[in-house]
């Protein structure tokens, strides 16, 4: 026998309109279980709720230089946003991007030297920038929504045509990783 819990876990992967809610409700409730929508969306009833990830000490934290987090909601409420989107360290300083909910990572697009970095799916990252110059960076699934950041290290800006004239950006990446160079 299925337990409502793992039925309401695997709801939880899908979006479900209001509509589609109250059809599986009359379903489960035939069979004793009640599904209610603050079980499967948040208060916009727009996004389902995700397992949170914890998986970083107090002392990771407090050695980074800066803490980037990885959200489904940005604090304007936007969707699929990294806070802060710039970084600024300088050479030899560590970001470390946290992960606050599960189906984020982080993936460099361009880097001085062409230096690749991609971290797991779900897990937080950190990366040590040794090389000064500007690295841009994407949530891998999440690109075409504009989950983007850069990194300024050393306060270094010689490879800036490379990194803003770049054809690995399209959609709403493009204009907000432009928006962030211009501001430099």
């Known amino acids: 026998m299925i ?10 992967t899908s979006v479900i309109s209001l509509g589609a809610l109250a059809v599986l409700n009359k379903s489960f409730a035939a069979r004793g279980f009640i599904i209610k929508q603050e079980d499967i969306c948040d208060s916009n009833m727009l996004s389902v709720h995700h397992e949170i990830v914890n998986d970083l000490t107090e002392y990771q934290i407090a050695a980074a230089d800066d803490v980037v987090q990885m959200l489904n909601v940005g604090p304007d409420g936007s969707r699929y946003r990294y806070d802060p989107m710039l970084s600024k360290v300088d050479v030899g300083g560590r970001v ?17 030297n062409n230096l690749k970095f991609k971290s797991k799916m779900h897990k937080s990252a950190g990366y040590n920038f040794s090389v000064p110059g500007i690295y841009t960076y994407k949530c891998t699934p999440h690109l075409s929504t504009g989950m983007v950041g850069v990194v300024v290290v050393g306060n270094d800006l010689s490879n800036m045509d490379q990194v803003m004239n770049s054809k690995k950006y399209h959609g709403q990446a493009k204009d907000l990783i432009q928006n962030i160079l211009k501001e430099l």
Not at 7 to 12: H, Q, Y
Not at 97 to 109: C, D, L, P, S
């Open 96 to 112: 470390l991007w946290k992960a606050t909910t599960k189906g984020h990572n982080v993936e460099f697009m361009e880097a001085p």
């Open 3 to 12: 337990k409502r819990r793992n039925i309401v876990k695997a709801l939880t």
